[in-house]
């Protein structure tokens, strides 16, 4: 949360006259952020026109900044080698990427966008046949440093993408500002990433649902896997089982790609969901589970349960019940 304060001071300046005193109740506010949606319940004293505002702006600075779908933002200006200097939002998630790249012993790069554009998963039509060998030239995590606020790389084809990482910490963000607006209770959702403090409008800690795993589930909320209880908590979930395709040679390619040997991930792990203190921490996690595949993220989840706790879903060995792997604390499984 600390690394937003900065935005959310600078969102808190510019809402603060248009906070009218009201009495506290809570404010439930829906709408569209970063080519997804979001859902906000907060007891605050600001009106809903106000949060508004607030991600309307917040949308505004993450889509210039780190969008890898608008030709214009810092990132794509970037990445098309316009510019070297990055801003606070790119640097901050850098960080944690690298954190995230380290403990995944490198299945977890922010430098695949080159192998997810010729898979069709970024902001590219995809490639039938791609040359992989020819594209993990300039992919990895060794091949960029940070100097100061300037990235160097050392080749230019190098990209970076940080769609697995964004919406968890514009989650963190949110939470920021509406703490500096005085909220102690709140609920932030944007695109199934989320944060929460406290406890809901009927005095209990907040419920969130984890979508059952199975292909054609498209339909976020439908069908539940599990319910869980979180209080001061972020959470964000992954999995491969919406956003895929089959190919030419029918075989299935999943959004989540192996920047080492180039190819589409895959394992019995279906989806992960990550509790951890923050949402840019969860949504990296939970990105690195499924690329890392079910042994070596039961390994890393039981290293990290003092500090996160997972809940996995993984394909059935026999049968047709899905198989589940948690570290959960008892109090936050339904």
Known sequence: MTKCLNIATLLFLLLAVGCSSHSKGYRTVDGQMLGTTFHIVAECECEQSDIYRSMAYLDERMRSSMSIFDEESLLSRVNANLTDELDDHILRNVEVASEIYRLSDGLYDITVKPLTDAYGFAAKGRIDHPNIDSILEFVGFD???????????????????????????????????????????????????????????????????????????????????????????????????RRFYTNADGEKVAHTVNPKTGLSAHSRLLSATVVASRCVVADALATMFMAVGEERAKLLAEQMRDSVQCYFVLAPRHGDEFEIFSTLKPEVEQ
Do not use: H, M
Request: glycine residues 12%.
């Open 143 to 241: 091949k960029f440093r940070i100097e100061g606020r300037r990235i160097i790389k050392s080749d230019p084809r190098v990209q970076l993408d940080l769609n697995s990482i964004a919406k968890g910490y514009a989650v963190d963000c949110v939470a920021a500002w509406l703490e500096a607006e005085g909220a102690k209770n709140y609920l932030v959702e944007v695109g199934g990433e989320i944060r929460s403090r406290g406890v809901s409008p009927r005095g209990e800690a907040w419920r969130v649902a984890v979508d059952s795993p199975y292909e054609g589930n498209d339909t976020p909320g439908r069908y539940r896997q599990t319910v869980l209880r979180i209080g001061d908590a972020a959470l964000a979930s992954s999995g491969n089982y």
